[in-house]
């Protein structure tokens, strides 16, 4: 968790406007509602019967259409959906928006402002298996227990709003501290007790399975996942006092509110900041990052300041139990707690364009001399004449690049989770291949451009030997099919020979196999890399394999097979011609979709999406 200045995150409250144009969008909206609510329209008696009374229900759908906040109230009686977390039979998200359909959620909300689903009556069944399921019934030492944080965090109320002394436009801070190791429970329920409010992370099982889910289907996809396939965002859980403050604030995620328990009152306005690198946090009392969250926003607004304006226009919103509640990052927010109130916030984090693209522009220069050097000048005229000669051939370096260097189809199917396992090229069907449809005749006319920022790597027994206590094999570079751990019921039984099976892939059993591991944008402190898949080859083609690996440019497909016929023949290999290039036609469609190279036609790009 860190020392995360993060403000309670509860929900808004709208303000209606009389222009035309939001009249309009109300109108419209309703339209939406009335028929995402109603079943088919048919032609029969029954189904006009029952289209009517839905219209009718629907009326009972108050739509509140501001600058800053979207809201739904729900006063017709018909129950909400309910949250199912563990269900992937459905979407998560079409009934967290219920009634507004995520198309419309896309459209006119996301990224730009709030939105409130609010049922009438105070009612938690919606949440009622998350809350039994995965939030031990809100019972405060269990969450304690289950947290994923390091460090609980108090919130105190001070004591000028203890008396009642604040009013509105006062700057109240917040009074917060720590508690960590083994008395930090009983400390934060003493704490809670005497009525300061606590903040902390929810268990990491459940952030794995509603982070993913969110990211997913809100289109973050990889970019909401670290490299180790962690989710980046988190889960935070909001044990919020009456009378507790949450002064003005934005934060830089964007974040979904489940309203659990009690009532809170939200204030918003929206900010200068788009997208926010970000937060901004002054409401803290003890905070060391202000000149870095000033620093940050000036870029966008030289005239940001770290509190919205007193007499700025805000809408509110109350959530009840049951309410669920969105808003996005850089929009300002106040949060008041009416009752004792609790409710977790889904914060969601997704790496940007410009970390994605300055990550693989830092690749590429690294496979330079000149840009690897460490600075080293004897005055600063020489470093600036260094520094002139290498931006001069800046420009080449970043018209190399093409959207699919940084995009391969793998990396939008992996959504950020990496298979340690290798992929076994023999054991897929030819078929399934990008390349399926090539003929030997045409071998010389396929033909493909090297990512330059793609690393194919042979292991030769690296990995397999790091266990402790595991001593190496004699041959760590060629594994054969039964090392590999091959699910096929061919690969382990001694088969007799190569011969094929009902889907035309070899018999393994003769062909000892050499393990290699592709990397794709690694230019970050950490060198982690943004795709790795590791294969298993037929050892007889590391030659060819060595070959394609250095590659810079383009190459063709008979170019690699000239090649892989040479070297097979040269270390006495059993590969016949017609396995060497169904083998070789597999790798190169593998290699196509994680994105080692894409397919040219006339020097434009024919690699296809999936």
């Not at 809100?138 to 109320?157: D, G, P, Q, Y």
């Not at 935070?236 to 403050?245: D, L, P, Q």
């Not at 809170?264 to 946090?281: Q, Y």
């Not at 070899?506 to 402190?525: M, Q, R, T, V």
Request: net charge negative; hydrophobic share 30%.
């Amino acid at each position: 968790m860190g020392n995360k200045n993060k403000g309670d995150h509860s929900s808004p409250h709208h303000k209606e406007s009389n222009n035309k144009r939001q009249k309009s969008l109300k109108e419209e909206h309703q339209r939406e509602i009335s028929h995402n609510q109603n079943s088919k329209n048919g032609k029969s008696k029954k189904q006009r019967e029952k289209s009517n009374a839905n219209e009718k229900s629907n009326r009972s759908v108050t739509v509140k259409e501001g600058e800053h906040i979207l809201i739904h109230l729900n006063e017709s009686g018909q129950k909400a959906p309910k949250i199912d977390i563990d269900s992937d039979d459905s979407s998560l998200l079409e009934s967290l928006l219920w009634p507004v359909s995520p198309s419309h959620f896309f459209q006119n909300v996301w990224k730009k402002r709030a939105y409130a689903s609010l049922l009438k009556d105070e009612n938690r069944a919606r949440m009622e298996d998350l809350i039994r399921d995965h939030l031990h019934d809100l019972n405060l030492e269990k969450l304690l227990k289950t947290t994923a944080s390091e460090s609980i965090f108090v919130w105190m109320r001070p004591l000028e709003s203890i008396l009642g002394k604040v009013m509105e436009g006062t700057k109240e801070k917040i009074e917060s501290f720590e508690l960590q190791g083994e008395n930090a429970i009983s400390s934060a329920k003493t704490c809670y007790a005497s009525g300061a409010s606590l903040y902390f992370r929810s268990s990491q099982d459940l952030a794995d399975i509603l982070v993913a889910r969110l990211t997913d289907e809100l289109g973050i996809g990889f970019a909401g996942y670290y490299p180790n396939g962690d989710v980046k965002g988190e889960i935070e859980v909001f044990m919020s006092r009456k009378g507790h403050v949450t002064d003005w604030h934005f934060d830089f995620m964007e974040n979904f509110t489940f309203q659990l328990k009690g009532k809170k009152t939200w204030k918003m306005r929206k900010s200068t900041i788009n997208h926010p690198l970000r937060g901004a946090t002054s409401h803290y009392k003890n905070v060391d990052t202000s000149e870095q969250q000033l620093k940050v926003h000036h870029l966008k607004d030289p005239n940001f300041t770290l509190r919205p304006k007193d007499d700025d226009e805000y809408e509110t919103v109350t959530l009840t139990e049951g309410s669920f509640f969105y808003h996005p990052a850089g929009i300002w927010h106040r949060v008041e707690c009416e009752e004792d109130s609790i409710s977790i916030n889904v914060s969601l984090i997704a790496s940007t364009w410009a970390d994605m693209v300055t990550e693989g522009l830092r690749h590429s220069l690294w496979t330079q001399d000149e840009w690897r050097e460490g600075i080293n000048f004897r005055n600063p005229t020489e470093a600036k004449q260094k520094l002139e000669k290498l931006l001069s051939n800046l420009s080449t370096q970043v018209g190399q690049f093409k959207a699919v260097d940084f995009l391969p189809d793998g990396l939008f199917q992996a959504n950020g989770q990496k298979d340690e396992e290798a992929i076994e090229v023999s054991d897929v069907e030819i078929r399934e291949s990008p390349l399926a449809d090539v003929k030997m005749d045409d071998l010389g006319k396929v033909t493909f451009r090297r990512n330059p920022i793609a690393v194919l790597i042979p292991l030769e027994g690296l990995e397999e030997n790091e266990e402790e206590g595991e001593e190496g094999s004699e041959d760590d570079d060629a594994k054969t099919w039964e090392e590999l751990g091959s699910d096929s019921d061919e690969g382990s039984s001694g088969g007799e020979g190569r011969e094929e099976d009902e889907n035309g892939n070899e018999d393994k059993d003769e062909h000892p196999l050499s393990l290699y591991a592709l990397h794709i944008n690694f230019g970050n402190e950490e060198l982690a890399s943004a795709v790795e898949v590791r294969l298993a080859v037929y050892s007889e083609l590391d030659g060819a394999i060595d070959w394609l690996r250095v590659q810079k440019n383009q190459f063709t497909m008979k170019q690699l097979f000239d090649v892989a016929k040479k070297e097979v023949s040269k270390r006495g290999g059993k590969l016949t011609e017609e396995e060497i290039i169904k083998h070789l036609l597999k790798l190169m469609g593998i290699l196509l979709f994680h994105g080692f190279a894409n397919r040219q036609n006339n020097g434009k790009d024919q690699t296809k999406s999936k």
